[in-house]
């Protein structure tokens, strides 16, 4: 068991956002759950994390995620009692209470809001989740391929409506019923056993979040979001991009200025292009295909880096881990690329989160081998 306190956030914010490949919110979004953690925190303390063998295989943990746009939630500010809400509303009297809080998606905003909970309940986190990175839809999880259940789902907003959902089809009816609520909500699913979790879950996940931070986030007078609340950084040696990448099993694909970004959006989802040129080849360019998050790099027309495996843009100047909606014209970035969780890339897993079940007519490229 370790305590996560509050001098390990501001890493821990940009380890998630790096995990979201893109996607799960930026800076700005997860800033403001940073916020809240670390009231929860005030109130109840460290948030004790154990490793999953440490966890009781028979207990009960809990799921907690934020569906639909984090931008949303800036401009329509939670109360921060939404899970808690939920939990109630998916656990009937007499049903045994849950034990711990488990992660759903560790990139983004969602890698934050279980300790959020678990800070407010005063139960553990256990270090476990679903993707080992963000993803767009709730059921593209180890969670769902394994046929554990997500419903009864339940979703709340700060107004105070709440809904209970049952459904095959639980991506679509959460989606519409989110809508209705005013384009963000906070779900949480029924409880799984500690036990199934862990067993068919990405583990140390949040460890690995942790790391990210470490390596990659810039010093905290080099961040606007930076807590000052956060204790004194020790010095930093400079290493370079390459350095950083490769100090956690990554490369950098290019450096490059982005001379083009076209999106839309279609299904609900945004979707969009980018065109880098890059700057250490004459006439060479890297394509970036998104929908929410980062999902293919192509170097010249040919496929270098696909979904499952995790692509992030950062500002080349500041350092600054750029989401997949604000990436803008002019910018000059570091695409950077790491490997994904083992269990993405299992042959029976690959067809639920490969380039083609986002409607790319391309395979996936086993990662480094491009």
């Given at each position: 068991?370790?305590?996560?306190?509050?001098?390990?956030?501001?890493?821990?914010?940009?380890?998630?956002?790096?995990?979201?490949?893109?996607?799960?919110?930026?800076?700005?979004?997860?800033?403001?759950?940073?916020?809240?953690?670390?009231?929860?925190?005030?109130?109840?303390?460290?948030?004790?994390?154990l490793?999953?063998?440490?966890?009781?295989?028979?207990?009960?943990?809990?799921?907690?995620?934020?569906?639909?746009?984090?931008?949303?939630?800036?401009?329509?500010?939670?109360?921060?009692?939404?899970?808690?809400?939920?939990?109630?509303?998916?656990?009937?009297?007499?049903?045994?209470?849950?034990?711990?809080?488990?992660?759903?998606e560790?990139?983004?905003?969602?890698?934050?809001?279980?300790?959020?909970?678990?800070?407010?309940?005063?139960?553990?986190?256990?270090?476990?989740?679903?993707?080992?990175?963000?993803?767009?839809?709730?059921?593209?999880?180890?969670?769902?391929?394994?046929?554990?259940?997500?419903?009864?789902?339940?979703?709340?907003?700060?107004?105070?409506?709440?809904?209970?959902?049952?459904?095959?089809?639980i991506?679509?009816?959460?989606?519409?019923?989110?809508?209705?609520?005013g384009?963000?909500?906070?779900?949480?699913?029924?409880?799984?056993r500690?036990?199934?979790?862990?067993?068919?879950?990405?583990?140390?996940?949040?460890?690995?979040?942790?790391?990210?931070?470490?390596?990659?986030?810039?010093?905290?007078?080099?961040?606007?979001?930076?807590?000052?609340?956060?204790?004194?950084?020790p010095?930093?040696?400079?290493?370079?991009?390459?350095?950083?990448?490769?100090?956690?099993?990554?490369?950098?694909?290019?450096?490059?200025?982005?001379?083009?970004?076209?999106?839309?959006?279609?299904?609900g989802f945004?979707?969009?292009?980018?065109?880098?040129?890059?700057?250490?080849?004459?006439?060479?360019?890297?394509?970036?295909?998104?929908?929410?998050?980062?999902?293919?790099?192509?170097?010249d027309?040919?496929?270098?880096?696909?979904?499952?495996?995790?692509?992030?843009?950062?500002?080349?100047?500041?350092?600054?881990?750029?989401?997949?909606?604000?990436?803008?014209?002019?910018?000059?970035?570091?695409?950077?690329?790491?490997?994904?969780?083992?269990?993405?890339?299992?042959?029976?897993?690959?067809?639920?989160?490969?380039?083609r079940?986002?409607g790319?007519?391309?395979?996936?490229?086993?990662?480094?081998?491009?």
């Amino acid at each position: 068991m370790r305590l996560l306190t509050h001098s390990d956030v501001d890493r821990l914010a940009f380890g998630v956002i790096m995990l979201g490949s893109g996607g799960g919110g930026g800076e700005e979004d997860v800033h403001a759950v940073t916020t809240m953690l670390r009231q929860a925190m005030r109130t109840g303390g460290p948030v004790r994390v154990l490793d999953a063998g440490e966890a009781d295989p028979e207990a009960l943990g809990v799921r907690v995620g934020l569906i639909g746009a984090p931008t949303v939630m800036i401009e329509k500010l939670p109360s921060g009692d939404e899970a808690a809400e939920a939990l109630r509303a998916v656990q009937s009297p007499g049903d045994v209470p849950v034990s711990a809080v488990i992660g759903w998606e560790i990139g983004g905003c969602n890698g934050l809001f279980p300790l959020v909970l678990a800070a407010q309940l005063g139960l553990p986190y256990v270090d476990v989740d679903g993707m080992g990175r963000a993803f767009p839809r709730i059921d593209q999880t180890t969670y769902d391929a394994a046929g554990l259940p997500t419903t009864p789902l339940a979703i709340t907003e700060p107004s105070g409506n709440r809904a209970l959902l049952d459904s095959t089809g639980i991506e679509k009816l959460a989606r519409t019923v989110m809508v209705d609520f005013g384009g963000w909500a906070m779900m949480v699913a029924k409880p799984l056993r500690l036990g199934d979790a862990v067993k068919v879950g990405v583990t140390g996940s949040l460890a690995r979040a942790l790391e990210l931070g470490t390596v990659w986030a810039p010093p905290p007078s080099d961040r606007h979001w930076a807590s000052s609340q956060e204790e004194p950084a020790p010095p930093q040696v400079v290493r370079t991009p390459e350095e950083r990448a490769a100090a956690s099993g990554g490369f950098v694909v290019t450096r490059g200025k982005v001379i083009e970004v076209w999106r839309e959006s279609t299904g609900g989802f945004p979707r969009g292009t980018v065109a880098v040129q890059r700057l250490d080849a004459d006439d060479s360019y890297v394509r970036l295909e998104m929908q929410g998050e980062y999902l293919v790099a192509l170097a010249d027309g040919e496929p270098l880096v696909t979904t499952p495996d995790l692509i992030c843009c950062l500002d080349a100047e500041t350092g600054r881990a750029i989401a997949a909606e604000r990436l803008s014209y002019g910018t000059v970035i570091d695409v950077v690329a790491f490997p994904a969780p083992s269990q993405w890339v299992r042959p029976r897993m690959l067809g639920r989160v490969d380039p083609r079940a986002f409607g790319y007519d391309l395979d996936y490229v086993p990662f480094g081998l491009s």
